[in-house]
Structure formats: structure tokens, C-alpha cells
């Protein structure tokens, strides 16, 4: 199943008409991603997965006060990069916000020397978990 997170938009989160300014849906997925590491044990895994690509189509505004469910599910594991992909709901108006995909490369970084490196299994079998199987 999906990795789910619910989270409220704030004033900061958005612009001066009250609408969730498009940074705003990044910073759902990467807070809903850090949760999911967190929730799986791995937490230690973020400081090795530089974003490599990133693709999101805006579909519903978010709105202060809005409820926001995101969801993270695997898309594709490769030897050295993740691809997973994201919807966020708008639980308030029962509408689909943004969905897209983000690609993150797993690199050692020794003397501030970045090189891609195997995925760890144990990061790989956690994002496999989020397949919906049904």
C-alpha cells in the first residue's frame, strides 16, 4: 500500500491570496518522504539521496486551512537510483492537488566527494513495501 501523510497548510505555505504557492507541494513530499523514513527505521538513509530529477502536474489549488494527504509509492528501484511516485489530495475539497514522480540517487560522500553507489537493500525492500499489490 501507498505511504500515507496527512498535513495542514499553513499561512506560511501560502501566497496573498491563500493559495498554496507551488514550492509548497515539494515541501509535502519531502516532509511525507523524511515521515516515511522515519516510520520504517531508516531515517539515516535521506542524507544519501540527492534528487536527480523531478516531474509534478498541478491539477487543484491547496488552500490555508486545507487538509493535504500525500501519498509515496515505488515506481521503479534501479541499482543506483529510487523513482517513486506522489499524489497529493486535497481532503478538504476531495480533489486531487498534484501527482508526479521524483528520482533520488544513492551516492557515498567521502571528502565531500559525491559518487553513486548500490542502493542499500534494506532502503530498497522498505520503498518495495509501499507497492500496492492488490
Known sequence: MPFRARYYIYWVDTDAAGIAHFTSFLRLVERAEEDFYRENGILHYHSIAPRRELFITYTAPLRRGDVAVVELWLDEA???????????INETSGKNAAEG?????CV???????????????????WKRTINTT
Open 101 to 105: 514522480y521524483l528520482v533520488f540517487t
Open 78 to 88: 534501479r541499482t543506483r537510483a529510487i523513482k517513486y511516485r506522489f499524489r497529493i
Open 108 to 126: 557515498s560522500n567521502e571528502g565531500g566527494e559525491l559518487r553513486a553507489v548500490p542502493c542499500p537493500e534494506e532502503l530498497i525492500n522498505a
